[in-house]
């Protein structure tokens, strides 16, 4: 199995978001290891709040090619299972999200004006760009509010032990828009909502996207200290 001997603060740095991945499978054990290791994220008083559903193969595409379907259905209403970006974007919040856009359309030579392939290289998070393994998160809709922060450290510590055994991850809010369909193909129960998706897999090191290394802002930047 795949294993890298880099330190914590490497693992850290070193994760970002991939946009295309290798056909190179993932094993099921390997799977299970790294969703054993994300599981001791801490929740409040241990609910453990994560439903996660795997999807690989046909079924996987499958998936893709309903939410594919629906993406070209005008009638469709874009409708996320929460409120994931704002209605009006503020600074500095705007600016970061346009460097964000601009960055990856000129690693793939994308024009601003080119609408048609930016929509196409957005419809690639459906295809879970191309990742052998893509991800599906649940969670209860009794549970409150609260169990979505339980939900974020349980998110990045699955994508940094992935890190840490060679793999790569992209987090996706994409494919809330699509509940409907997921719920459905995978046979979720509506009690549950759909978080996020997640693509997974080994990174294509060729491909121009997979350059995208968007800055950080300092700690001294965001941070107060009280005495």
């Not at 970006?85 to 601003?112: N, Q």
Request: aromatic share 12%.
């Amino acid at each position: 199995m795949p294993q890298t001997s880099t330190s914590f603060a490497d693992i850290v740095r070193s994760r970002h978001s991939i946009r295309r991945f290798l056909p190179r499978p993932v094993e099921r054990d390997l799977l299970l290891e790294l969703l054993d290791l994300a599981a001791c994220a801490p929740s409040g008083v241990n609910t453990q709040p994560w439903k996660v559903y795997i999807v690989t193969g046909k079924r996987k595409e499958a998936l893709t090619q309903a939410i594919l379907e629906e993406s070209r259905n005008p009638t469709y209403e874009h409708r996320g299972e929460y409120d994931y970006y704002p209605e009006k974007w503020a600074e500095p919040y705007l600016s970061r999200r346009r460097h964000t856009g601009y960055a990856l359309y000129s690693l793939l030579g994308i024009e601003k004006k080119d609408t048609e392939r930016m929509h196409a290289q957005w419809a690639r998070n459906y295809a879970f760009f191309d990742a052998p393994v893509g991800l599906i998160f649940g969670l209860d809709r009794s549970l409150g509010q609260g169990s979505l922060i339980d939900y974020g450290g349980f998110l990045q510590t699955l994508m940094l032990a992935a890190r840490a055994r060679g793999l790569d991850t992209c987090l996706q809010a994409a494919f809330t828009e699509y509940h409907p369909s997921i719920h459905k193909l995978l046979d979720i129960p509506d009690t549950q909502m759909i978080v996020c998706g997640m693509s997974m897999g080994y990174a294509d090191l060729d491909a121009p996207e997979n350059a995208l290394a968007l800055p950080r802002i300092g700690a001294r930047e965001f941070t107060r200290f009280y005495d």
